[in-house]
């Protein structure tokens, strides 16, 4: 490997800085957190959908170490993003063209790794010089789920923190509009917040298209920044899939029909393939953490059933992209769905005829949510049927726009509009 391809991504070894354009101002909600990793022994793994961030994150957390007084060849970056090279060819040009010197002869040297998963056999290749070498700290990221592989977590059992990011927050996507909601009366904001919350449901996830205001430019960026690499580069390149049609017509089916419950025989006899075949490919695409799944949850047990699981897009610009009727009222209502499903990374949905219900399992314990654009009493007098029927004395229910609490047949009811989420405690 030419010193020139390395140089092009460690442009701070001339420099002594991180350009602008890369490290931005705004940091996500784990950047705290990922500094803290610097001190850490362990691997850093950072996961998540395509173009959130995380490429970003390192950027800030380069840029961070430099202020400090890091050498600045002791800090190395390097994406695997656009082709395949092994990973300890890499690291052997980092070693003999850079530093010149043997590894073990180095002061401490962090080690940043883009989209790794894309190199060959990249975990015996990490574990070999973590092994080796206690003097590297290395930071990987990924869009897709690295530690799906039972090889990976052989390799690297006890040797890693790992943080998933998610898309870009409700709350953050307000810091980088300027607008700071604190205080324990948040309803105060509710005026100012809401249009900025029909806005970002649109652009959801994404940081890089905070400002943007075209409709088309915005499902444009969507599709080819996010979805056709997932379909053409990301999936093919780890499993050698080859069904292109099908793996697309998935995603549009999933990304149209927010919380569409999945009948495996019915969506096989739809595309014309297998229930394996299906099976696999959504497997696939949760892989690549485009989307999630929520089991049905049956009483006195939490299970993690195959069946009747619903699938979700992980943020709601992924519908926006493939819905011309994104705000109509017909079809808002899944949209909101969507977005609170993601927002308290709900766990089950409870299949029964009193509404729209995910339920929350945290530490062992249920809470029920019920997501209605508009509350009216009989939804409250419903809800209590929930509460009654799981024997729990509380629940909450998401509105669009609602603030209200009361005691229905002596169970607690909150009711909170959907923008609200990131700023309560309800996680």
């Known amino acids: 490997m030419e010193i020139k391809t390395l140089e092009r991504f460690n442009e701070w070894w001339v420099t002594g800085k991180v350009r602008e354009g890369l490290a931005k101002p705004v940091k996500r909600y784990c950047f705290n957190w990922l500094l803290e990793q610097t001190n850490k022994r362990q691997i850093t793994l950072l996961t998540g959908l395509r173009r959130i961030g995380k490429t970003t994150l390192f950027y800030q957390i380069i840029d961070e170490l430099l202020k400090r007084g890091v050498e600045s060849r002791n800090i190395f970056y390097f994406s695997f993003d656009e082709e395949r090279y092994e990973l300890k060819r890499v690291l052997e040009a980092y070693e003999k063209k850079v530093l010149k010197k043997n590894f073990e002869d180095c002061e401490k040297l962090y080690i940043f790794l883009d989209e790794v998963q894309k190199a060959k056999n990249w975990f015996s290749d990490v574990k070999i010089?973590?092994?080796?070498?206690?003097?590297?700290?290395f930071f990987l990221s990924g869009s897709a789920s690295l530690l799906l592989s039972k090889k990976a977590l052989e390799y690297l059992a006890g040797r890693f923190f790992e943080v998933q990011l998610k898309p870009l927050?409700?709350?953050?996507?307000?810091?980088?509009?300027?607008?700071?909601?604190?205080?324990?009366?948040?309803?105060?904001?509710?005026?100012?917040?809401?249009?900025?919350?029909?806005?970002?449901?649109?652009?959801?996830?994404?940081?890089?298209?905070?400002?943007?205001?075209?409709?088309?430019?915005?499902?444009?960026?969507?599709?080819n920044s996010v979805i056709t690499r997932i379909v053409f580069r990301d999936i093919p390149i780890e499993f050698g899939t080859k069904d292109f049609e099908l793996m697309e017509g998935l995603l549009k089916l999933v990304f149209s029909n927010p919380g569409l419950i999945f009948n495996m025989n019915s969506i096989a006899k739809s595309f014309g393939r297998s229930r394996i075949t299906i099976s696999n490919y959504v497997e696939y695409l949760k892989y690549t953490l485009a989307i999630r799944s929520l089991s049905n949850y049956r009483r006195g047990i939490l299970v993690s059933s195959r069946k009747f699981k619903k699938l979700y897009p992980v943020t709601t610009s992924l519908t926006f992209s493939y819905s011309n009727f994104f705000f109509e009222k017909e079809f808002f209502g899944k949209v909101l769905e969507t977005y609170v499903v993601n927002a308290l990374?709900?766990?089950?949905?409870?299949?029964?005829?009193?509404?729209?219900?995910?339920?929350?399992?945290?530490?062992g314990k249920l809470f029920p949510v019920e997501i209605k654009e508009n509350v009216e009493d009989r939804d409250m007098r419903n809800f209590t049927k929930i509460l009654e029927l799981l024997k729990l004395k509380?629940?909450?229910?998401?509105?669009?726009?609602?603030?209200?609490?009361?005691?229905?047949?002596?169970?607690?009811?909150?009711?909170?509009p959907a923008w609200s989420l990131d700023f309560l405690e309800i996680r």
């Open 129 to 137: 010089f973590y092994d080796l070498y206690p003097n590297l700290k």
């Open 169 to 223: 927050t409700f709350k953050e996507f307000l810091e980088m509009k300027g607008l700071e909601v604190k205080g324990e009366n948040i309803e105060v904001y509710q005026r100012r917040v809401l249009p900025l919350f029909f806005d970002y449901l649109r652009k959801a996830g994404f940081p890089e298209i905070v400002d943007w205001e075209d409709d088309d430019e915005i499902r444009d960026y969507v599709k």
């Open 345 to 363: 990374n709900a766990n089950f949905y409870f299949k029964k005829n009193y509404g729209v219900d995910i339920i929350l399992e945290r530490n």
């Open 394 to 416: 509380e629940g909450l229910i998401v509105s669009l726009e609602q603030f209200d609490e009361r005691i229905v047949e002596d169970k607690k009811i909150r009711v909170v």
